[in-house]
């Protein structure tokens, strides 16, 4: 049997795990896509986001940053009726908030990908084992901060931080999960 990291508990979060955590992505629908998952994340656990990721899929127009950054207030509350959705209306503003300010951060750099490379040029490996747990770093930290200036909402270190090892900038598979040293190698192809 392969050894996982510790947090899969299910056949959604084995899936997520396997196919797609720790892969490195440049593609800016996809970067938003998962920006949206980590805040929406925040006081959950990640298993319940992933369960509704499909619904939220429905619902925000394919996570499309551009459709999302013109939702108005009449938009949030249909999504506050819809039990399908994670129902937090702070979340739910952070979501077109967070359209604005990933557009602004595209046309200033030209993507996402290469605003988050100002921070962090190469990927890292934590080589953690699966008894330590690494939440939050010094680059999470200085990331969120300057998020937080360009008008991002629901983004602390600790979102920010998941949020780049879900996107491949940091590997913290454990040593013991088998996708460690595969990630690290289909990554160094992609950088």
């Given amino acids: 049997m392969k050894k996982r990291c510790e ?3 299910s056949d959604l979060s084995k899936a997520y795990h396997d196919e797609e955590y720790g892969l490195r ?3 800016d629908a996809y970067l938003f896509e998962i920006l949206v998952l980590e ?3 925040a006081g959950l656990s990640f ?3 992933l369960k509704k990721r499909e619904a939220m899929r429905k619902a925000f127009d394919n996570f499309s940053y551009e459709k999302i950054s013109l939702y ?3 938009k949030i509350e249909s999504f506050m009726e819809n039990k399908l959705l994670i129902r937090n209306a702070k979340k739910l503003r952070a979501l077109v908030a967070n359209a604005k300010a990933f557009i602004r951060v595209i046309e200033e750099f030209g993507s996402f990908d290469k605003y988050l490379r100002n921070f962090i040029k190469d990927p890292i490996d934590y080589k953690r084992n699966e008894k330590e747990t690494i939440c939050q770093s010094p680059l999470s930290k200085s990331l969120a901060r300057d998020l937080k200036k360009r008008d991002f909402k629901f983004i602390g270190p600790i979102t920010i931080h998941s949020y780049l090892e879900a996107i491949g900038l940091i590997n913290n598979h454990s040593l013991e999960c ?3 040293d595969e990630v690290n190698k289909i990554n160094k192809t992609l950088n």
Avoid: G, N, P, S
């Fill in 72 to 74: 108005d207030d009449e």
């Fill in 47 to 49: 298993e319940i986001v």
């Fill in 178 to 180: 088998f996708r460690h």
């Fill in 39 to 41: 805040f929406m994340q």
């Fill in 7 to 9: 947090w899969v508990k």
């Fill in 25 to 27: 992505k440049i593609d």
